[in-house]
């Protein structure tokens, strides 16, 4: 009987233990990293300089990206010499933008700010990211104006650039820099997979958060090797389209493939109409007309397009998850 009245109360005061909201912190600095472990020293002591001198209360997580170097070991000694630093390492590498999804969900600063961990990315620019953001901004990026990469990687990244600035219509120009400064609640409900992460300003962006830029000071890589090949252009203007779907037309997939398919049937319908017109008008068979094979074509692949939109408004209709983010919520 006494046991009974005993296991609640346990429960409770367990339950509360858990809930107790973590130490208030001012930062959490996430750090992504695989196969770094030359860099990652001498990066925390960079981290703890630049924030030693901002007064803050402040946090590092390094996620370790399955490195199979000695990075893992090196986090460990940085732990034990100081707490503030905490680290999570992955089994396997599952990529920059998993790496970066875990340290979000467990960073608990009012404001996170992420940057690489091969020491190409400067501390001492924390602090300005800070200050803009506190200006009133919900994303700071970081633009490495001077870029220290090989021509093989600043020219399709500049392409990529333009590209998703002028889709997307927001203007950044460095997308997929690793520094960048967030409040909190931007990055809470945001989880990137595969190489999404290049696009955290846009779904940023896109769910109205206030996005700024500012230049930084990037710095040529000094240890280790880069891990993002000559593939990264291809892999990123395909990302390009899955979120320009995904965001713009994820609750509308009609629109998107309902005009492409429209505009294919009419052009096609306009083809044959007028062979046709022809053939009766006696001028020439339309056997022998390879136009027509074109504007059958068209018709077919109009008709698919819709269809498909079509069935993607259903799936829209049976998935009934809510993503809407909510501002402010006065409600009693
Ligand atoms: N990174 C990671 N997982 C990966 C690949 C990269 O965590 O699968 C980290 C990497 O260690 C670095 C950051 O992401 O801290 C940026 O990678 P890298 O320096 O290779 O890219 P680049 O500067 O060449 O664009
Ligand atoms: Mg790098």
């Known amino acids: 009987m ?169 203007k950044l120009r460095d997308f997929n820099s690793g520094l960048k400064a967030y409040r909190r609640e931007v990055v809470q409900d945001i989880k990137v997979y595969g190489e999404m992460h290049r696009f955290l300003p846009v779904f940023a962006h896109w769910a109205g958060y206030k996005v700024a830029e500012i230049p930084v000071v990037h710095h040529p890589r000094k240890y280790g090797k880069t891990k993002f090949g000559a593939n990264r252009f291809w892999h990123g203007l395909l990302d390009l389209l899955t979120v320009i779907f995904t965001t713009r037309y994820s609750k509308r997939p009609l629109h998107f493939f309902g005009i492409i398919g429209l505009l294919s049937f009419l052009l096609g319908l306009a083809i044959d109409l007028e062979l046709t017109v022809e053939w009766f008008l006696g001028k020439t068979a339309i056997s022998n007309r390879p136009l027509f094979t074109a504007g059958v074509l068209l018709i077919i692949v109009g008709v698919q397009f819709v269809s498909i939109g079509l069935l993607g408004e259903m799936i829209t209709r049976t998935n009934k998850v809510e993503e809407y983010v909510i501002k402010e919520k006065v409600f009693n």
């Open 2 to 170: 006494s046991d009974n009245y005993q296991k609640p109360n346990e429960e409770h005061s367990q339950r509360q233990f858990r809930d107790r909201p973590p130490k208030r912190i001012d930062v959490s600095v996430v750090v992504p990293l695989y196969n770094e472990e030359q860099s990652l020293m001498p990066l925390s002591l960079g981290i703890r300089d630049a924030l030693d001198r901002m007064n803050v209360t402040y946090e590092v997580i390094f996620v370790d990206d399955g490195s199979t170097d000695n990075s893992i070991k090196v986090l460990r000694e940085i732990h034990r010499k100081n707490r503030r630093y905490k680290f999570i390492s992955f089994r396997r590498n599952y990529g920059k933008s998993a790496a970066l999804s875990v340290g979000f969900q467990h960073a608990v600063g009012r404001i996170i700010v992420t940057m690489d961990g091969d020491l190409q990315d400067d501390p001492n620019e924390i602090p300005r990211l800070i200050d803009k953001l506190e200006a009133g901004y919900d994303l700071v990026n970081g633009w490495k104006k001077k870029r220290h990469d090989p021509i093989s990687k600043t020219i399709p990244s500049k392409l990529f650039n333009y590209t998703t600035s002028v889709m997307i219509g927001i």
